[in-house]
């Protein structure tokens, strides 16, 4: 590192771990995660954010339905496919 940028009390990071296990499991994953970790050690990058609210799929297709028939007007029919599709998004 060049001089000064060093985080006091912090020690070079194992890059040659980090080189070997990046190895084995995919590199350009293993290295983002391994920096981003390092990071947020220093402080520097905030925390990883949680996963959002979970949402039950039947009440969002459920709502969908809804706006699709009430909001849009669309035919039994065309509703049906565009319900078909999120139900496939949901599933992903």
Known sequence: MSAGLEPEGQGKPPFRKIQLRCATNGMAACATNTMLGYLRGLGAVRPAAGPGPAADAGHLLERLGAF???????????RGAHLDSARRFLAE
């Open 68 to 78: 699709l028939a009430d909001e849009r007007g669309l035919a039994d029919k065309t």
